[in-house]
């Protein structure tokens, strides 16, 4: 039953994916396989549900010059290039590469946005745009992936909660708590006491589980390939840069003054190192919370890419003969990438955990 269902996912992945390209087949460019696989792991404004014909349009919430605008992505009519207008109380705006931006506005010499007509985008050098930016509070697929993750992992913990203080419950889990108790128990077991102590876990541990579910979680719903499912949150920058700041502030927080001792003035070392060795602990201090950032961003971005790029392979040779060996390479990928979305949440909860420890720990003089 398992390899059935993981099967259709993948063919379910593979067939929406051809869709989509297939929709577009009416244009004169030729397949571009980067600009495909940035398209399906970036943020957008919309769920392609059944390729281009059935999409769910998220709304676009701006605060502009005017107060605050709301509106449908579909006014945009799916065009990412800058193409389409959207007026909306007396302003004009466009979307290019799932940004939103005021239409006909650069930067004059002095850094002041002014209204050039002859253009809707404005490009530099690098082929960025330089239009004037409104503040952008849309609900895109990430936001609602998010969202959708959090509720329900609440659902989860809170109907496992009150099973636990219910009548019903005789000592032995059942339903949705036989699940996830051996997991929180996995977490404080072999996370949390091993890297922080026994005496000091129980703190940490509502963060570390949280961290931990969201983290798979939505790993797991980045692999589903439909809908509500198949954003890329935990393979969006900005969203593994939040949660490494989180632990920055917790390990820095919880620092004690052996832990800060040992960064500003080791012991047990001659005067000389000593200032050599301050400021290579200090960098350290936000070289652990950049690579929690970037492992996890790089490792689920690099995943869907590899699978995409895979698929691709079928449009590059325009064979069938292709598509068995392709659609085989993107089985085992995926295969992988199952293990890769707990992995990657058992990493970062692990690393968080040892930080913690090692700011909390008595002594460190013995390292």
């Known amino acids: ?55 769910l349009y998220l709304p676009i919430i ?46 004059n010499a002095s850094g002041e946005y002014i209204t050039e007509s002859s253009k809707l985008v404005h490009l530099d050098d690098q082929h960025h745009p330089i239009n004037k930016v409104p503040l952008d509070f849309s609900i895109t697929k990430n936001i609602f992936s998010m969202w959708l993750s959090l509720i329900v ?19 032995v889990p059942k339903g949705v708590a036989a699940i996830v108790e051996p997991l929180i128990v996995f977490v404080r077991d072999e996370i949390a006491i091993p890297n922080i102590g026994e005496k000091k876990y129980k703190k940490y541990m509502p963060y570390l589980l949280t961290v931990f579910f969201f983290i798979w979680l939505n790993n797991v ?26 632990t920055f502030i917790i390990t820095n927080f919880s620092g004690n003054k052996s832990y800060w001792k040992h960064i500003f003035w080791t012991p047990d070392v001659p005067i000389p190192m000593k200032i050599f060795l301050a400021p290579i602990e200090v960098i350290g201090i936000f ?13 689920i971005t690099a995943g869907h890419i590899i699978i995409i790029s895979l698929i691709s392979l079928i449009f590059i040779f325009k064979s069938y003969f292709v598509a068995p060996v392709s659609i085989i390479a993107v089985v085992f990928i995926s295969v992988i990438e199952i293990l890769v979305t707990a992995l990657q949440a058992y990493i970062f909860t692990t690393l968080s955990a040892l930080y913690f420890g090692m700011a909390t720990e008595d002594n460190h003089e013995e390292h």
Not at 67 to 95: A, L, P, R, Y
Not at 153 to 170: D, E, P
């Open 62 to 107: 701006l605060w502009t010059d005017n107060g605050m605008v709301i509106f449908s992505s579909k006014e945009f009519k799916g065009n990412d290039n800058g193409e389409i207008v959207v007026e909306k109380k007396g302003m004009e705006f466009i979307k290019f590469h799932e940004k939103i931006y005021y239409a006909k506005t650069k930067k």
């Open 153 to 171: 992992l609440l659902v989860v913990f809170i109907s496992a909660a009150r099973y636990y203080k219910s009548k019903s419950y005789n000592g």
């Open 1 to 55: 039953m398992i390899k059935f269902i993981f099967s259709f996912l993948v063919l379910i992945s593979t067939f929406n994916f051809a869709l989509a390209e297939s929709s577009k087949s009416n244009d004169s460019e030729p397949f571009n396989p980067t600009e495909t696989a940035m398209h399906h792991v970036k943020d957008s404004h919309q769920f392609e549900i059944w390729g281009e014909d059935v999409t």
């Open 287 to 299: 070289t652990k919370p950049f690579s929690l950032m970037v492992r996890l961003f790089a490792n």
């Open 221 to 246: 719903m980045g692999l589903i390939p439909f809908f509500p499912f198949g954003a890329n949150l935990t393979g969006n920058i900005a969203v593994t840069f939040t949660l490494a700041i989180i």
